[in-house]
């Protein structure tokens, strides 16, 4: 069985759970969704969509992008208090984020000793997670270079 295989069994085992069908429109989204690994908004999503000539509305997009990412299956990261950036998770994949807020870009990391101490902390509290976000906001280097050359 494929990892997309694996995460297809999810969604549809989801949707079943919440009394949903997998319907047309969410199983292409899925696989527009899962074909790369890029962080993208819903209005990426609809332009992707619209340039397979797969008619999806807005409203599906937004209602398939909550339900994957209440499954799991979709990360969700705040850019402002209106506006996120998605992306696909493939089942055991993990990663934490650089946000840039100049340019918006998002930068993935993996650091073992984050995970460490995550780990630790939740043994000395005796706490079992189930999942965690780690963001750290600031500026990119271009960002950061283009405020200084502007401060003077």
């Not at 759970?17 to 790369?36: N, P």
């Not at 079992?128 to 906001?137: A, G, N, Y």
Request: some cysteine; aromatic content about 8%.
């Amino acid at each position: 069985m494929t990892e997309m295989t694996e995460e297809r069994r999810l969604f549809a085992e989801f949707l079943r759970r919440r009394g949903l069908k997998t319907t047309r429109e969410r199983t292409a989204l899925f696989d527009e969704i899962f074909s790369t690994h890029r962080h993208f908004d819903a209005d990426d999503l609809v332009a992707r969509m619209r340039e397979r000539d797969r008619k999806v509305s807005r409203a599906t997009v937004y209602r398939t992008l909550e339900l994957l990412h209440a499954c799991g299956l979709v990360n969700r990261v705040r850019l402002s208090d209106e506006k996120y950036r998605y992306e696909r998770m493939r089942v055991g994949e993990h990663h934490d984020h650089l946000i840039c807020t100049g340019c918006h870009r998002v930068f993935e990391f993996v650091e073992p000793r984050i995970e460490e101490l995550q780990e630790a902390v939740c043994t000395r509290y005796r706490f079992r997670p189930s999942s965690h976000s780690h963001q750290i906001w600031g500026l990119c280097e271009g960002c950061a270079a283009e405020k200084e050359k502007a401060a003077g």
